[in-house]
């Protein structure tokens, strides 16, 4: 056995571990120090200890913090695996001495909440009311390392096929065309047809500049031989969409089926325009040969159930 396995497999242990994860996350000593309850000097001592076993520096320091080194990458996304399993089984070994079924983890898009995961969850509640979902929101740039790192479950959201990799499993439960929409009451609610020029002149919520869906949006405006709107924030947030089509009659874009879910409430209407952007479908990512519990087991059955209902 090397010494680089025999460190790994025998000497690390998980407040080595926990430590690691907080300098990478705090990039500073001091605050590693305050958020693990320690002393400075406690946490220097621990890391010269770490990188004397591996006879290798992890973490580099300057006048600015401490940066991790190529080393120290890869052994704080092996600490985060492991103490993201380590954290899962104590969560179920104590799910199961309450009395509960246990508990997923599971990270979302906006698009997938309203229509997709939260009935789904409901079944899944249905079933077990004191299962526990923990979702965490986000897009894929985000959510897709914390899903290989264990630290979710699983995936809802729009399937990217520019994030298509062998180690993920994907699977399509439906598609979902943009629609634009404005609060109830706005003068283009009341509009038998809407046109594009009817838009580029209003207050406009839009994607931010990085997102593809940004660029589409304003291929729309460019075809009809219109310039975007001026009048833009920039957000991918609903409830900052929400919040700007009340607070300045603005005109926002969001997918179909979580228009219609508030549109129903009230809280919008959904404009008599065609938005020919073609996006990719809302489905589920999960991690190849990963082993399932039975609670995340049961979720993506009821994720199945709910988007074969959806059209």
């Not at 789904?120 to 979702?135: C, D, F, I, N, P």
């Not at 399509?172 to 009451?185: N, R, T």
């Not at 990085?210 to 609903?238: C, G, M, N």
Request: proline share 7%; aromatic share 6%; charged share 20%.
């Amino acid at each position: 056995m090397s010494k680089i396995d025999r460190v790994l497999r025998s000497n690390l242990k998980l407040r080595h571990l926990q430590l690691l994860v907080a300098l990478d996350q705090f990039r500073h000593v001091g605050r590693a120090a305050e958020f693990l309850s320690v002393t400075q000097p406690a946490v220097s001592k621990t890391l010269a200890e770490v990188e004397r076993m591996l006879d290798t520096p992890l973490f580099e320091r300057g006048p600015r913090g401490t940066e991790p080194t190529a080393a120290g990458v890869s052994l704080v996304r092996f600490a985060r695996s492991v103490l993201a399993g380590f954290e899962r089984t104590r969560d179920e070994i104590a799910a199961e001495a309450s009395g509960a079924r246990g508990r997923t983890s599971v990270g979302a898009m906006v698009v997938a909440t309203p229509v997709l995961l939260a009935p789904a969850v409901e079944r899944l509640k249905a079933r077990s009311a004191q299962t526990t979902v923990l979702v965490e929101e986000g897009d894929l740039t985000r959510l897709l390392p914390k899903l290989r790192l264990g630290e979710l479950d699983l995936f809802v959201g729009r399937l990217e096929p520019g994030y298509a990799a062998p180690d993920l499993e994907t699977e399509a439960l439906y598609e979902d065309p943009m629609v634009a929409v404005v609060q109830a009451g706005h003068p283009l609610a009341r509009k038998r047809q809407v046109r594009w020029a009817d838009i580029a002149g209003q207050p406009c919520v839009m994607p931010p500049p990085w997102a593809s869906l940004r660029v589409k949006l304003e291929q729309q405006f460019f075809a009809h031989d219109l310039h975007p709107p001026a009048d833009i924030v920039e957000s991918a947030s609903f409830l900052s969409q929400i919040s700007f089509l009340h607070q300045r009659g603005a005109v926002a874009f969001m997918a179909r089926t979580v228009a219609r879910h508030f549109a129903q409430q009230g809280l919008l209407a959904v404009l008599k325009l065609t938005v020919p952007v073609e996006l990719p479908p809302v489905g589920l990512i999960t991690l190849r040969g990963q082993p399932m519990t039975p609670v995340t087991q049961g979720l993506l059955e009821c994720l199945r159930d709910v988007g074969g209902s959806i059209r």
